[in-house]
């Protein structure tokens, strides 16, 4: 690459505080900038894909100061000492799906998380498309992986018990002259990309699967692989499958440091305990490029992108049966599909993401703007969407590189680590076949030391617990009979048991949480929102674990429900 | 197979009416509670001021609601509690129900159907409220419950937005039990709730009310920590200079109730889009022949005294409903109303039966000093009445000879308001 040229271009288009170099073999760039937007487009300037080099943002923002990654405000040395074989930082999904993979081997596996409870970040807000990989080009990593992790997902989620459908993923067009052009796409996809799938449906045939569709739309691509699955269901399923198979998982858990000597990570300092592991698994999403700075491997740069998803009622599940979504020929600039309406595997609509980019990390904040601006969008997918059917929104933060494309390489400079970096979009269908790599890089470098033994234990297969409202009314009957807690329903809106909420307290990875127990089983999902059922789920953590019902968190530490009883003195309840 | 003339489902005040109403008329009944303990909502309703109209005294909820359960109990109506009706499916015989409950899955069946399922309160995310997701948003309701119910505290320092009857109350019952309420904010230029809840809960306490104010926005990463609160525009679009953010612990939100019909949709009942509860007519008789609804789940009251009726009136028709099933044919008309009107209960007439004495429900759009309510046959006045203080939240009721209107299954009835001046 030209760095003459290029740093010219950049003067050009962003005056004299911006330079790049090439230092290290990485594209740095540095100085500075009066806005976010200036640096990401500064950055990606840099891009030079073919020289295998990545660009580093060091590029300070003018007056702002980046917010520090959230941390647990406790310590403790539950981990002090521990020297795990492997230790896996982020329970997204792949975190999780790393650990479950790796179970397969009769090996010491720790995975940390920050916060309470696995898929908190991008993973637990994620639209849950399972992609056909037919918006991208051959030749990246994300393309390669989401061929194989597509395939994989029949299996791997009769394996995990977790709900999964390939419903179809139609894109809608308006104008007959695209037609031509939108032909020779779907040929260059099947046939030069081997999305083999990929077809045109004509406009009688679109109507017939999907009537509800804007009427305008003349044909569409369709891609029949394309599905749905819940995607923090499927990262709390593999991580509960991993700690069946003996990996253990502890949350609450966030990396502060590490101690590098030699091109090797000896030591990783958590607010729970200095650790001693073998190799490291760098998976933090947001947080890889911290935690590759501290393993003095930062060759990579994440920029964060959020973006926001509605969830409409029920009700309104009717109006697509697939994925849908409309696509006119403007150049996207922007780095997402635009978003699309989903019918999800619990039959609501999801509508959504949009895509802004942002330097807070953590920022999980909705904004008005970014439901308005989806739904002029999907309204034109599908004219009787309604923002009125809006039950909930939620906002996600995808951890993207300047390349946008995935890490998934072994460390540069630091030998025992392992990165699984900018997993963004579509890294949820990825995730199970970048699993399967990363446990063979993870094996081939403990091999160096001695072979690891199979788990002679390993069992794929998930032990789920029932979902009452899915059984037939004999199976239903039988399973209230030998235990009446399924009998009685909790949450009305989705049809909850008490025995149901029982079942994910006692799972193998407990998080006694309001969220914890709605991610699993879904009480408060549904179109109450859990106004009537919070009171009687938080009875129930409360009666599990033994402790007052004040004591009962929505989430993470400090998010309690309850401030003590009624009629309470200041003193009573400092107390 | 466990066979009923009337299934009513639902045991709060509405349910509870119905079903006491249908065994006095002669039915067999059972009645279908989700809930460990009959009486609805009126359980957490500690507050008096309920059975004014009905008794002449002022009750609290559970003192109201203990005066059916007893009757209940003394006609020895069966009842079946803490048990969810899951599936509802219409036969030629009448309806066929399943329901689960700590024995087992149950299937019963029904010549007529009472719904009395109450309602349930909008969220935060329906009235667009933005920002973080921490613990401390709730709904009125919710927060009743926990105080109420399992005597513990859901807010120290709080910002109540909506001035709907159940946030007023919770006002006053949180500034009783040693919470600071800041305020309640109102995006309507009018208070939802009743003003006697306005003046017996806000004035008496000197909290706040904000009108023409909203919550926009939310903050705090695990409990809440401060809301932004603005001004709106007539639109009731929020004036970004006037945003303040107020710092609280508890967001409780009483922005309105919605009749909970989700099972009534499944057995095809058609929703009044201004009601949001079924089309029914005087009878009480939805759409779909033999459901019947009532209470909350019909329309939002704000007397319970009125859901009491409107349940009886249904169980009293369910009741006659099953003894003749199917031996008429209906004959209905329907009321038709203008923009004056919020809406109008019922939505039609059944021709046949007891037109003699048929009882209205009615929601003024707009505050009026004095209105005249015309009820107009074919173009034709047929009845008025003159009403001073119209007011959106209170509801008025209205008994009417409907006998003299001369209808027949081809006349239009019109229903409207006149402004003084119009006439």
Known sequence: MNVRSLQKRLNERFGPTVSVQVKDGCIVVSGHLDSWDKIVAACTMCVDKKSGMHVVNDIRLDGVRIPKMRTPDFQDHALENAAPDVLIIGGGISGASIARELSKWKLDILLVDKESDLAVQASGRNDGEVHPGVDLNKGSLKQHYVLLGNRMFDQVCKELSVPFERCGQYVGFTGKWMYPIIWAYVWQRRYVCKVTDTRILKRKELFRREPNLNPKFHFAMFNPSAGCVCPYGLTIAYGENAVENGAKVSLNTAVLGMEVKNGRICSVKTNRGTLYPKIVVNAAGVFAEDVARMAGDRFYSIHPRRGTNSILDKKSGSLVKGIASIKTLQKNKKHTKGGGILHTVHDNLLVGPNAVETYEKENFATQKGSIDAVFAKQKLTAEALSEKDIITYFTGVRPATFEEDFIIEKGRKTRNLIHCAGIQSPGLTTAPAVALDIEKMVISELKKEKKPERNPNFCPVRKAPPVLNQLSYEERNKLIQENPDYGEIVCRCEEISKGEILDALNAPICVPTIDGIKKRVRPGMGRCQGGFCMPLVTKIISEFLQVPEERVRKAGEGSGILFGDTKCTDEEVAE | ?423
């Open chain 2, 1 to 423: 197979m466990n066979r009923y003339d009337v299934i009513v489902i639902g045991g709060g005040p509405a349910g509870l009416a119905a079903a006491i109403s249908a065994d006095r008329r002669g039915a067999e009944v059972l009645l279908i509670e989700r809930e460990a303990r009959l009486g609805g909502i009126l359980k957490q309703c500690i507050h008096d001021g309920f059975g004014l109209v009905r008794f002449g005294e002022k009750l609290s909820g559970p003192e109201y609601v203990e005066r059916f359960i007893k009757e209940f109990r003394e006609r020895r109506i069966q009842s079946s509690l803490l048990t969810f009706v899951t599936d509802m499916k219409k036969t030629d015989h009448g309806f066929v129900l399943r329901a689960v409950n700590r024995s087992g899955v149950h299937e019963y069946e029904a010549k007529a159907l009472v719904l009395a399922t109450g309602c349930r309160e909008r969220t935060a995310k329906q009235v667009q409220i933005h920002g973080t997701r921490p613990a401390g948003v709730l709904t009125a309701g919710t927060a009743q419950h926990f105080v109420n119910l399992q005597g513990k505290m859901p807010a120290r320092k709080c910002v109540i937005l909506g001035s709907g009857d159940i946030g007023l109350i919770m006002a006053r019952r949180l500034t009783l039990e040693g919470a600071e309420v800041l305020g309640v904010y109102e995006v309507k230029p009018t208070p939802s709730g009743l003003t006697r809840n306005i003046v017996q809960c806000l004035d008496d306490y000197k909290i706040p009310l904000y009108l023409s104010h909203t919550v926009t926005r939310v903050f705090g990463e695990q409990r809440l920590t401060a809301v932004e609160v603005a001004e709106v525009d007539e639109q009731m679009q929020p004036i970004k200079s006037t945003r303040k953010r107020i710092a609280c612990d508890t967001l409780i939100l009483s922005v309105g109730l919605i009749p909970e019909n989700e099972m009534a949709e499944k057995l095809g009942v058609r929703l009044d889009t201004k009601t949001k509860g079924p089309v029914c007519n005087h009878r009480f008789m939805t759409e779909v022949e033999g459901v019947f609804s009532c209470g909350n789940a019909l329309h939002v009251n704000d007397l319970v005294d009125y859901v009491s009726e409107s349940g009886e009136l249904s169980g009293t028709a369910a009741a006659e409903y099953a003894e003749k099933m199917g031996s008429t044919k209906r004959r209905e008309v329907s009321l038709n109303t203008d923009a004056s009107l919020q809406y109008l209960v019922p939505q039609k007439l059944a021709l046949s039966e007891g037109l003699d004495k048929v009882i209205f429900y009615f929601r003024s759009r707009e505050v009026l000093k004095q209105g005249t309510l015309v009820f107009l046959v074919d173009g034709k006045e047929v009845f008025h009445r003159k009403y001073r203080n119209l007011k959106p939240p209170e509801m008025e009721r209205l008994e009417l000879n409907c006998t003299s209107f001369g209808l027949s299954d081809a006349s239009r009835i019109d229903v409207q308001i006149k402004k003084e001046g119009d006439i």
